[in-house]
């Protein structure tokens, strides 16, 4: 299947910076993606959502962005608190009646105080 | 308070033995899925189902075996042919819908092989 991967494995910010956390996709037909947010030994979160028709969408503190041009997904996170730190996944979905899921493998993002 | 529920969270294993792991939903969800997530790797999919009494397999069915009799639940056994089955494991569901892709998960289950 398509593969979904992130640029950098680990992110650290100081505690009120913003963050930003890319994702890479090769799957062109991927029409929807999202953002999950996992703490240690919990499951995923969903933080934020897109489709493809879409090249922005905010959310409380978060914001994403989609570059269909170049396959390109980023989150975005205003103000980072301490209790953002965690491991952030993008997701995408191609076509089919499925609707699977292909997940990244992630990116550690850790607050500094 | 709905939600998806997972049990038990901790889970261990000698080698040999089968064990099943619960799924439960009250959110009224069409379809389920489980996952298998290693250290510092994505969620790889295991098995999904989309409606009660039906499954497929997902990239790594190998060793693992699903029921889906009820809506509600969909249990999840590693049997004793999964080589490598130490990881933490999470269920998710959607409502199916057209246009719904998102997946809400449960707390995970850690199963460890002595």
């Known amino acids: 299947g398509e593969s979904v991967g992130l640029h950098l494995p680990t992110l650290s910010v100081q505690e009120g910076d913003n963050s930003i956390i890319n994702c890479a996709y090769s799957?062109?037909?991927?029409?929807?993606f999202i953002w999950y947010k996992q703490e240690s030994g919990k499951g995923p979160q969903f933080i934020i959502d897109i489709r493809s028709n879409m090249d922005k969408r905010q959310g409380q503190r978060v914001t994403v962005l989609l570059n269909k041009t170049v396959k390109h997904l980023s989150l975005q996170i205003a103000a980072t608190q301490p209790g953002d730190s965690a491991v952030y996944f993008c997701?995408?979905?191609?076509?089919?009646?499925?609707?699977?899921?292909?997940f990244g493998s992630g990116t550690q993002l850790t607050v500094l105080p | 308070d709905g939600g998806i529920t997972q049990s038990p969270k901790y889970l261990f294993r000698k080698e040999g033995q089968n064990v099943t792991l619960s799924c439960e939903q009250n959110l009224n969800h069409d379809a389920m899925y489980w996952y298998r997530q290693d250290p510092g790797q994505g969620l790889r999919l295991i098995y999904y189902s989309q409606i009660v009494n039906d499954f497929q397999k997902g990239d790594i069915a190998e060793g693992y075996s699903v029921s889906r009799e009820k809506k509600e639940s969909f249990p999840l056994t590693v049997t004793s042919a999964q080589k490598n089955p130490t990881a933490f494991y999470l269920c998710a569901s959607n409502s199916g819908g057209a246009g719904t892709d998102t997946q809400y998960f449960g707390p995970g289950t850690r199963l460890t092989v002595l």
């Open positions: 799957n062109s037909a991927s029409d929807y």
């Open positions: 997701a995408e979905s191609g076509t089919g009646s499925a609707r699977q899921l292909t």
